[in-house]
């Protein structure tokens, strides 16, 4: 789950580090009085925030007003900012980047520190970037602490301060089991101070059930996304116009890909997990027919369930309901004959070949 | 051989008195594993399709002798039971449980590293080698003997692609489903290293899909060190940026990631590339 900014900052200080004064408006008439130029800052998930005028600089209150005003309006990749973060500007002496990952290879988090902070760290020539493998058994350490310090060229004061913050982000980052805390820029301000002048915290799904402090944090799903998490399926809406069923993450994907060979393009991805239950498949169904795709092909490869009980599913939701669009299914696995039998004679069409109902679905599709 | 595991592997399964767990044993006997024991703290001295049932693995293991396990746990405390299987000496451990933080997949697979223990996944199908064993949850009808070895990221796409060589006439040494988390306690290099020292397997499919490097690494090993053909799938070639398909590991993150680089990375370390599941036998008919 992505944090949104106000919410990662709020996180950093209760660690201990420290972020620009600021609070939070849902509306132009929220904004305080102004003495030293703030900045705003739309409160959305999604990157391109400055590129789309989600951020401005005001230096009197009719600015700010204005200037949250348009923010208001704004739509940044199809999202509404419902909260604006009013921060007092940072004085800028030099801007740090810093972030803890995890590194899928080594399987270990990884601590990445450029002096070249706030632009985007891809962008940063590999050379500039120094690396630490944080184990999650030992910890960030002395020796690694002044290897960054000798990296950023940082003395009295500063490297005081930045020694506190980076064991503190190690210690946020793993207690709050974070896939990702980004400080970018992290802002060396006069005087030696240290401020995280933006912050994104992405913290692992799996592990949200230990910090039920973050059940209200607001994520910017569709209702369908959000009904998809309840039934415990994996749903991605996608462009195309065929909506894909299938159990197992990489079977769907394969079936998508499959489909684009004949032309056809997904526009869902629904991923039952590795199951054949009957009951998954009614629920898949009946939140794709929700998507109002223009044709559902459905694959399932069966493990344990037998097909014929895939296919009574199948034909529940479909007197249940009423099926509108047209339905391919492909479905193998024990009793496949049967189970195409029951569905082709309630006229679904039933095949045994993945490439065949991906042709047949794609050229539905596609007409 | 095969890899991995042997006729003699004596298999706990951790988790045994759940509905899976029960399901999962009774469907591993009748594939010929030696399951020796359940373990589910608290129903020691319960028998499950005639399973002993203990209440630590400690115990499981000084009764039996077993070296593997298989571990059903719920997420929330499956890493105490992979803890205790590492504590408990047991060599490989299966761990198909999904959802397992992160945190707590690092921490297992680091502790399993110290001890000398295996694991695979999480989030993974487990491993089976026809004739010999099963420490995993694939179905059994798919599989038959042979000298092809499979590892791959998913579970379903691969029962399909194995039910494919199957049909074919095309029989498998060891099947291996590494997980679709994005830390995982086996890698496909590993799996690569173990197949081609493997005297029983002759070639090697390898089934990936979009999120992460594992494929480009393993195509860096299949270049250098290979010497048997490698066949591959890659799923999630029409996948989008930015969304995560299914698997916690299947991301395309900052243009890391994509089929594309996959596809192209094993293509130039030599291995044959299938656009779609159902090619895979064919491509292995016409090499070998």
């Given at each position: 789950m992505k944090l949104q900014e106000h919410r990662a900052k709020r996180l950093l200080e209760s660690y201990g580090i420290a972020v620009p004064e600021g609070y939070l408006i849902r509306n132009e008439g929220e904004v305080l009085p102004v003495t030293d130029p703030v900045?705003?800052?739309?409160?959305?998930?999604?990157?391109?925030?400055?590129?789309?005028?989600?951020?401005?600089?005001?230096?009197?209150?009719?600015?700010?007003?204005?200037?949250?005003?348009?923010?208001?309006?704004?739509?940044?990749?199809?999202?509404?900012?419902?909260?604006?973060?009013?921060?007092?500007?940072?004085?800028?002496?030099?801007?740090?980047?810093?972030s803890i990952v995890i590194d899928r290879s080594a399987g270990l988090p990884l601590l990445l520190l450029s002096t070249e902070g706030g632009v985007e760290i891809e962008t940063v020539p590999e050379e500039k970037i120094g690396r630490w493998h944080i184990h999650p058994f030992v910890g960030v350490k002395d020796f690694m602490v002044r290897g960054m310090i000798e990296r950023l060229g940082l003395e009295g004061r500063s490297k005081k301060e930045f020694d506190r913050m980076v064991r503190a982000l190690w210690i946020l980052f793993y207690e709050m089991d974070c896939e990702l805390a980004e400080i970018n820029p992290l802002v060396l301000a006069e005087e030696g101070e240290i401020v995280a002048a933006d912050a994104k915290v992405t913290v692992n799904d799996d592990a949200l059930w230990r910090h039920p402090e973050l059940s209200d944090a607001e994520e910017e799903l569709t209702q369908l996304e959000t009904e998809a998490r309840e039934k415990d399926i994996a749903f991605v809406q996608l462009e195309g116009d065929i909506g894909v069923i299938a159990n197992g993450a990489g079977l769907t994907m394969a079936t998508l890909d499959n489909l684009s060979l004949h032309g056809g393009r997904g526009g869902v991805f629904l991923d039952l997990g590795g199951t054949d239950d009957p009951k998954k498949v009614e629920d898949a169904l009946e939140l794709m027919l929700k998507a109002s795709p223009k044709v559902i092909l459905l694959n399932i490869f069966g493990g344990m369930t037998r097909c014929d009980s895939v296919a009574s599913g199948v034909l529940a939701v479909k007197k249940r309901l009423g099926i509108s669009v047209p339905l391919v299914t492909r479905i193998r696995g024990t009793n496949e004959k049967l189970g195409r039998d029951m569905l082709s004679e309630a006229g679904v069409i039933a095949l045994g070949s993945l490439d065949e109902a991906c042709r047949k679905a794609s050229e539905i599709g596609g007409s | 051989m095969s890899i991995i595991l042997s006729s003699e592997t004596r298999v706990i399964v951790q988790g045994i008195t759940g509905h899976q767990g029960t399901h999962q044993a009774g469907a591993m006997l009748d594939f010929g594993t030696k399951v020796v024991a359940g373990v589910t703290p608290g129903k020691g001295g319960e028998r499950v399709k005639g399973v002993p049932v203990f209440n630590s693995m400690r115990d499981a293991v000084s009764s039996t002798s077993a070296n593997a396990s298989i571990v059903f746990v719920p997420a929330r405390f499956a890493m105490d039971a992979v803890l205790e299987a590492i504590d408990a000496g047991i060599e490989t451990i299966a761990v198909i449980t999904e959802k397992i933080p992160i945190r707590d997949s690092m921490e297992f697979i680091q502790y399993a590293r110290i001890k000398g223990s295996r694991i695979i996944g999480p989030n993974c199908p487990g491993i089976a080698s026809p004739g010999l064993s099963k420490v995993g949850i694939m179905p059994n009808a798919i599989f038959s003997r042979g000298r092809v070895g499979v590892v791959s990221r998913s579970g379903t796409l691969t029962y399909e692609i194995v039910n494919a060589l199957t049909e074919a006439g095309i029989g498998q040494s060891t099947c291996i489903g590494i997980g679709g988390d994005p830390v995982i306690g086996t890698s496909f290099v590993e799996v690569l290293r173990l197949f081609e020292e493997d005297k029983d397997t002759d070639s090697v499919v390898l089934v990936g899909e979009i999120g992460g490097t594992a494929e480009e690494e393993a195509a860096r090993f299949i270049g250098d060190?290979?010497?048997?053909?490698?066949?591959?799938?890659?799923?999630?070639?029409?996948?989008?940026?930015?969304?995560?398909?299914?698997?916690a590991g299947a991301i395309i993150a900052r243009n890391m990631g994509t089929a594309q680089s996959k596809i192209d990375s094993l293509t130039e370390a030599g291995a044959r590339i299938a656009s779609v599941p159902q090619e895979i036998p064919r491509l292995i008919e016409k090499e070998c």
């Open positions: 900045v705003l800052k739309a409160q959305v998930l999604s990157g391109g925030r400055g590129k789309a005028g989600g951020v401005r600089l005001a230096s009197s209150l009719e600015e700010a007003r204005n200037a949250a005003k348009d923010i208001f309006g704004l739509t940044i990749s199809g999202y509404r900012p419902k909260e604006i973060l009013v921060e007092t500007e940072v004085d800028i002496d030099r801007e740090i980047y810093l | 060190h290979m010497s048997k053909p490698v066949f591959a799938y890659i799923a999630g070639r029409t996948a989008p940026p930015g969304k995560r398909m299914g698997h």
